[in-house]
């Protein structure tokens, strides 16, 4: 995969994170390219995996997911089928939006959308259910100040 990308490039990578169903010919025209270069240069990002998906962003909030929670993990394990199985639970449970394994003192952090706390002490009883966990903690988000998905491109 490059690392360099020309003004055009960068110009459509950051239209379509502003509002991915934006048609070809209003791309084309913001980036001053031919209807068919602008798809081209598309197809290629698309086919280079720069460009992994086009996909709707949903407000939680109409949806009844207004509890964001931080899921702080330690593990005392470390094995191989350890975190085969968490890669598992993971996998299987869609309120886990994401999951990351960390440096430092932490092991992993999972980004958690529920509708309550009731919601997330039932996922938690599942999770330790499953899973053997060292130490877990989890922080309810009070206050989203900045939650966006568009990479800073420059």
């Known amino acids: 995969m490059r690392n360099e990308f020309d003004k055009k490039d960068l110009k459509i990578l950051q239209l379509l994170q502003t509002d ?59 094995d191989s089928d350890w975190v085969k199985q968490l890669r598992i639970v993971v996998a299987e449970t869609p309120e886990i939006v994401s999951a990351h394994r960390m440096s430092g003192d932490l092991d992993y952090v999972l980004r958690i959308r529920v509708k309550s706390v009731a919601d997330y002490d039932r996922l938690y009883q599942q999770l330790i259910k499953r899973i053997r966990l060292s130490s877990i903690s989890a922080s309810f988000v009070m206050e989203n100040i900045k939650e966006t998905t568009a990479l800073p491109i420059n």
């Open 20 to 78: 991915a169903t934006a048609s070809i010919e209003e791309l084309a025209e913001q980036v001053d390219l031919s209807r068919n270069a602008c798809w081209r240069r598309i197809k290629t990002l698309e086919y280079e995996g720069v460009i992994s998906k086009r996909v709707a962003i949903l407000n939680p909030e109409p949806l009844g997911l207004d509890l964001m929670v931080y899921v702080l993990i330690r593990d005392s394990e470390h």
